[in-house]
């Protein structure tokens, strides 16, 4: 069956960095654009960045801009977020999901905090 797996997370200082991986199965990863979303104490879901299937395009939302960077490895099936200068509004329930949303793994915290 699908599965997506998010890992990385965990609680870091401002200014800190963190890598966020998602590892697929049960379906051809490598012909999905993927998407990483999250959700912060209290508030909707927020797009944050996604990437194509084939990694050679990449987008993310203002908030992000400059400071994370998606990245796949299709021979993996692997989705990566690098976030680096992470700030305390940054801390949210950390989802990776495909391409139209079929598919979501169970999300990943991340805390920014002193």
């Known amino acids: 069956q699908v599965q997506l797996v998010e890992s990385g997370g965990g609680l870091v200082q401002p200014g800190g960095s963190l890598r966020l991986s998602c590892a697929a199965s049960?379906?051809?990863?490598?012909?999905?654009?993927m998407n990483w979303v999250r959700q912060a104490p209290g508030k909707g879901l927020e797009w944050v960045s996604n990437?194509?299937?084939?990694?050679?395009?990449?987008y993310y939302t203002d908030s992000v801009k400059g400071r994370f960077t998606i990245a796949r490895d299709n021979a993996k099936n692997t989705l990566y977020l690098q976030m680096n200068t992470l700030k305390p509004e940054d801390t949210a329930l950390y989802y990776c999901?495909?391409?139209?949303?079929?598919?979501w793994g169970q999300g990943t915290q991340v805390t920014v905090s002193s």
């Open positions: 049960g379906f051809t990863f490598s012909n999905y654009f």
């Open positions: 990437i194509n299937s084939g990694g050679g395009s990449t």
């Open positions: 999901a495909s391409q139209s949303y079929e598919y």
